[in-house]
Each structure stands twice: as structure tokens, then as C-alpha cells.
């Protein structure tokens, strides 16, 4: 991931650049990845974004500041923050994006009083969100240099606790079957012990979805020290496992109060390993085919024996 500025316009507010050099593409993914590291005033604001965008649609800076009880200049700053010139750019950017899915309009927490019809149909939405919202950020240069890198690894770490330790074993599993040495790691003092004995010839994928729990973040850094390629999946591109990490793959999944560690988390994550495994297949296609044919013979023999 590339790491990552005023007159009033037409609705009132403070004046702004006329341009910015790039402009999220997904305006409703990337609000959601970088609110972490935002301050808390500009949260409050993020956090209205994504429960209503709609809202932001409909409303002037003036009226928006009414509804969300926060002066022009923060809802600028924080415009500015999510990587737009401003608050009339990040507006346009957002009516696009819902003109493209109107269903985004709607707001879509789960509530306790939601019947389970509309459990099943916030549910999906979500999923299907994570996925088009990741699949929309991730760059195909930045995934191919990633599957090069594992590829040409003597072997690959995989660090993830909790929901995303389940992400590092499918993962791990997953290069396995292809022939390619890997090994998950959930527990902090495990993942330390071999990240302390890795060499530069080889690779760790990091996955945390705040990009700031310290099970991962701590081997992380110790094998970056070591020597060790470190390509991170994370929601939040600009969290502290971002920046360590010699690549970043963003995941666009959401968490709410009813759902941590939330499937659609999950499932945008595993949409990456996916597309990692591929290209490997696709890079080492002898070779993984070969493990493929010789894996499935040695457990369709255990099935069969």
C-alpha cells in the first residue's frame, strides 16, 4: 500500500484546493479502513458516513454540521483526512458510489429487535459488500509482487490470533497443499520464537484486522528484523503493522457491535489469501499441480484404506 490539502464554496464552507492528486476510489471502504486512526472527533463524523451515507448526499456542509453537532472546519479537516480536497469532493465521491449501489443509502447495522428475515438480509449485504469493497482496493501490482516474493521463499510465516489465527491456518493450508513450506502461527510466543530464527529469504504474512493487535504486531516486527519480507493483510492501511510491512493488502470487511470478529471481516481477508493462492498456482503450475495430484492421492487413499 502507498503511504499516504483552502476560500468557501458553493455550500458554505471553508474554501478548498481545486484538486487532489488521487481520490479514494471507494470512498464508503476506505472511510471504514482508515477510522482508527483518526481522531476522535473525526471519528464521531466517519462513523456517520458509514451509518448513513445517504445523509451526506442529501445534506450541505451547513446542514451536516447541524445534524452531526460539529463545526464546518472539523467536517472539513476530517474530508481532508479520508483523502478528499473537501467536504463538497467527498460528497460527490459518495453520491457516485450509492448511484452505483443504491442499497448503501440504507443504513445497515443489525439491531436486537431485528426480526431474522432482516438478520439474513443485513447479514449477506455485508459479506457481499466486504467482498466487491476488497476486491475494488486490492492491487493487482502490489498481489503480484507479494505472490513473486512467497514464491521464491524458502518458507512463509503466517501470524494471525483469533478470527484471523483462523485466516493464518487456511492460509498456511493452503500454500501446503501447493508444496509450499509454511506454518501457522496463533500463539505470540511461538510466532516470536520463529520469527527471531527467519532470514531474508523468507516470508510473513501478517493478518490482523485493526493492524494494531500486539500477538501479531510484536513477531511481526521481529521478523522484519530478522530479515524477513513482511506483506500484512489489514483493514486499517494506516496502522502500525501497515507501516512496518514491505506490502500492504487492505480488507474492507466490517465489524459492528453484533458481529466482532464479523464473518464479513473474514471473508475479506480469506478473498486475498485466495487470490494469493491462485496466482501461485498459476505461478508455479507444474509444481503445484504435482502437489495437488499427490496430496489428494494421499488422503483419498486414507479415506479408501
Known amino acids: 500500500m502507498t503511504r499516504a490539502r483552502g476560500g ?9 484546493p481545486a484538486a487532489r492528486a488521487t481520490e479514494p476510489a471507494n470512498p464508503v471502504a476506505t472511510v471504514r479502513a482508515v477510522l482508527p486512526s483518526l481522531t476522535p472527533a473525526a471519528q464521531a463524523i466517519a462513523r456517520i458516513i458509514l451509518d448513513d451515507p445517504g445523509l451526506v448526499v442529501r445534506s450541505t456542509i451547513t446542514e ?6 460539529t463545526s464546518e ?5 476530517t474530508a481532508r483526512a479520508l483523502g478528499f480536497a473537501g467536504y463538497s469532493q467527498m460528497r460527490f465521491a459518495l453520491a457516485a458510489a450509492v448511484a452505483k ?19 439474513i438480509a ?28 512467497i514464491a521464491a521463499a524458502r518458507r512463509v510465516d503466517v501470524y494471525g490470533v483469533a478470527a484471523s489465527g483462523l485466516v493464518a491456518a487456511d492460509m498456511s493450508q493452503k500454500l501446503l497443499r501447493i508444496g509450499l513450506s509454511s506454518h501457522p502461527f496463533s500463539d505470540a510466543h511461538l510466532a516470536l520464537t520463529s520469527a527471531a530464527l527467519l532470514k531474508d529469504t523468507d516470508v510473513v504474512v501478517a493478518i490482523s484486522c485493526s493492524g494494531e493487535t500486539p500477538d501479531v504486531l510484536v513477531p511481526a516486527r521481529t521478523a522484519a528484523e530478522a530479515g524477513a519480507l513482511l506483506v500484512a493483510i489489514t483493514n486499517n492501511p494506516r496502522s502500525s503493522l501497515a507501516e512496518l510491512a514491505d506490502h500492504t493488502l487492505v480488507s474492507a470487511g466490517r465489524e459492528t457491535a453484533f458481529r466482532p470478529g464479523a464473518l464479513a471481516s473474514r471473508i475479506s481477508q480469506l478473498l486475498i489469501v485466495d487470490c494469493i493462492f491462485v496466482g501461485l498456482a498459476q505461478r508455479t503450475y507444474d509444481t503445484a499441480d504435482a502437489a495437488i495430484r499427490a496430496t489428494r492421492d494421499a488422503t483419498d487413499r486414507y479415506r479408501n484404506r
Do not use: C, N, W
Not at 8 to 14: C, E, F, P, V
Not at 101 to 119: H, S, Y
Open 73 to 77: 472546519a472539523t467536517i472539513v479537516r
Open 122 to 149: 443485513k447479514v449477506a449485504r455485508a459479506e457481499s459488500e466486504a467482498l466487491a469493497d476488497t476486491a475494488a482496493q486490492l492491487d493487482p501490482d502490489r498481489l503480484g509482487e507479494v505472490v513473486r516474493a
Open 8 to 16: 468557501a464554496g458553493a455550500d458554505g464552507q471553508a474554501a478548498e
Open 101 to 119: 449501489e443504491p442499497e448503501r443509502l440504507v443504513p445497515g447495522d443489525l439491531a436486537p429487535d431485528d426480526p431474522l428475515t432482516d438478520v
Open 64 to 69: 451536516f454540521s447541524a445534524v452531526s453537532g
